[in-house]
């Protein structure tokens, strides 16, 4: 079973932009099968969870771009098993890539995310450049998507310690960039090219080494 904070929560969202956040003793008894954490329509998907604490924001991020930002307390905890509630209105073209989580400055977290698209183009922007907004809406623009059928396939938010970024292709070619060699960027702004990709060749994950030291 889980082990966390007694205040502790799991944020779930969908594809589809539905999200559900469930206290995490209604999980202190999972058994070898698991059990029902979410309910959702047969259309849509679980694209990830998150643990989050009292003070914590949210922030929802789309495949073109679109971000939400808000507080972990504009979202009531429900009951395990039962429905969502809408987090991020979407267009009927896109879909939900990506959940980051802000924890309060006393973390000493660094307050960026690191945002990277199929196309290999990544930035950091701070977070700070995204208003904190209700749940629900439609969000703003994390980044200009400038090539045809380019999408964001990660939004990593930067934790103290964090050094480089592990960058995976459909090919299966790997490569850690440092993330000193990143531009720190607006939130309107494209990014730099991070990896070289051959034809039909797209990012398809990404994920944040961090230091123990």
């Known amino acids: 079973s889980l ?21 995490i003793s209604a999980f202190k008894n999972t058994r070898d099968k698991g059990i029902i954490a979410v309910n959702i329509a047969e259309d849509d998907e679980v694209i990830g969870m998150r643990l989050v604490s009292a003070g914590d924001n949210v922030l929802l991020v789309s495949a073109k ?9 504009h979202v009531r905890v429900s009951l395990r098993g039962s429905g969502t509630i809408r987090g991020i209105r979407l267009s009927d073209d896109d879909y939900l890539v990506s959940i980051a989580v802000e ?6 977290n660094r307050n960026e995310i690191l945002v990277i698209t ?25 980044t ?31 490569i850690c960039v440092p993330l000193d060699e990143i ?24 994920e944040l080494n961090i230091s123990r030291e």
């Not at 771009?65 to 307390?73: H, I, N, T, V």
């Not at 070289?196 to 990012?203: A, S, T």
């Open 3 to 23: 082990r966390c904070d007694e205040n502790t929560r799991l944020f779930f969202a969908t594809r589809k932009g539905q999200i559900k956040m469930v206290h």
């Open 65 to 73: 771009g679109q971000l939400m930002r808000y507080k972990e307390s």
């Open 103 to 108: 924890k309060p400055e006393s973390y000493k």
């Open 118 to 142: 199929n196309y290999g183009i990544g930035k950091i922007t701070k977070i700070s450049d995204f208003r904190i907004v209700g749940r629900g809406g439609k969000g703003v623009k994390t």
């Open 144 to 174: 200009s998507l400038k090539h045809d059928n380019e999408q964001v396939v990660a939004v990593l938010e930067l934790k103290k310690g964090s050094r480089d970024v592990t960058i995976l292709s459909s090919a299966g070619k790997l």
């Open 183 to 206: 531009s720190q960027l607006s939130r309107t702004a494209h990014g730099v090219k991070l990896i070289d990709l051959g034809e039909g060749e797209v990012v398809v994950s990404a």
